[in-house]
C-alpha cells in the first residue's frame, strides 16, 4: 500500500505544477501563506516548510515584508543543439567546476548495449560526472561510450577537457537524438545535485553517432529550479547540432 505523501510536500507539487505550466512566470509573486493555508487546509507551519525548501532549492525568492515571488530567469540551453556545459557556465560569466564519480570499463547490460547495437556484456565506458557553475552543482553527467569510437576515453584528464571537447576531437558528430522528461528527485539524486528529495529535475537522454556507429549514450539530469530548456524552429529549415554534449 503506497503512503500517503506528506502535506508540505503536496504544497510543493502544487506550486511547482503553477510555475513549470507558466501560470506563475519567473518573478511573479505566489499567494500568501496565509490564502495558503485557507485553500489547503493545512498549518502555518506546513506551508511555512514548503515556501522554505523551494526557497532554499532556488525555485522561489522571499522578501520580508514584502511576499513571496518566482525566481527569476534560469540557466538555459537551446533546445536544437548538442553544447558544451562548461561553454555554457562559461558564457554566462560563471566558474565551471567538474567532480568525477564514477569512471570504469564495465560490461554492458542489456538496457545500455541495445542503445549501441552490441550484445549483453560488450565492453563500454561508464562516466559519472558532476558539473557545477560557480560551485553549485548544475548538470549531472551519467555516460556511456564505445571504445571502439574513444578508445582513450577513460585516460582523459576530465579536469582539464570534458567529454564533449575530447569526443568533438576524437568522433566528429554525424546524427543525434535526444529525448527530453521531467521526473522528481530520490534522496541520492537530491543530495548530489544539493536539492530536496522531491523537487523536479529535467532528464535529457541522448544518443549521438560518428561513422555510421553509436558513440555514447547520455543520460544528463539538471535541478529544474536552474535550468531550462529553449527552442526556435524555422519551418522548413534544417536543424543542425553543434556537437556531442
Known amino acids: 500500500m503506497e ?36 485553500k489547503f487546509g ?11 525548501e523551494l526557497s532554499d532549492s532556488g525555485v522561489l525568492t522571499r522578501v520580508q515584508g514584502v511576499g513571496t515571488f518566482v525566481a527569476g530567469p534560469k540557466a538555459e540551453s537551446a533546445m536544437f543543439e548538442v553544447r558544451s556545459i562548461r561553454e555554457e557556465i562559461v558564457a554566462r560569466g560563471q566558474v565551471h567546476s567538474v567532480q568525477v564519480l ?15 547495437g552490441l550484445e549483453t556484456g560488450a565492453e563500454l565506458f561508464h562516466t ?7 560551485g553549485k552543482p548544475l548538470q549531472l553527467e551519467d555516460r556511456f561510450v564505445n ?4 578508445p582513450d576515453y577513460l585516460g582523459i584528464d576530465f579536469q582539464t577537457e570534458i567529454p564533449h571537447q575530447y569526443l568533438m576531437r576524437v568522433a ?17 539524486l537530491a543530495a548530489q545535485l544539493e536539492i530536496a528529495e ?48
Request: hydrophobic fraction near 35%; proline fraction near 8%.
Open 172 to 188: 566528429p558528430l554525424e546524427r543525434t537524438e535526444h529525448v527530453i522528461e521531467a521526473e522528481t528527485a530520490n534522496k541520492r
Open 198 to 245: 522531491g523537487d523536479p529535475v529535467l532528464v535529457l537522454t541522448r544518443r549521438t553517432w560518428s561513422r555510421g556507429q553509436v558513440v555514447t549514450w547520455a543520460r544528463l539530469t539538471y535541478p529544474a529550479s536552474r535550468y531550462r530548456f529553449v527552442g526556435t524552429f524555422q519551418v522548413g529549415a534544417t536543424i543542425t547540432p553543434g556537437g556531442h554534449a
Open 3 to 38: 503512503t500517503p505523501k506528506p502535506h508540505y510536500l503536496k504544497l510543493k507539487q502544487y506550486i511547482l505544477r503553477h510555475i513549470t505550466n507558466g501560470d506563475w512566470p519567473p518573478l511573479s509573486r505566489v499567494p500568501s501563506e496565509n490564502d495558503l493555508v485557507v
Open 128 to 134: 559519472r560526472l558532476l558539473h557545477k557553475a560557480n
Open 102 to 116: 564514477i569512471g570504469e570499463a564495465v560490461a554492458g547490460r542489456p538496457a545500455v548495449t541495445s542503445q549501441f
Open 147 to 150: 571504445p571502439a569510437s574513444a
Open 42 to 52: 493545512v498549518s502555518r507551519m506546513t506551508v511555512n516548510r514548503a515556501l522554505r
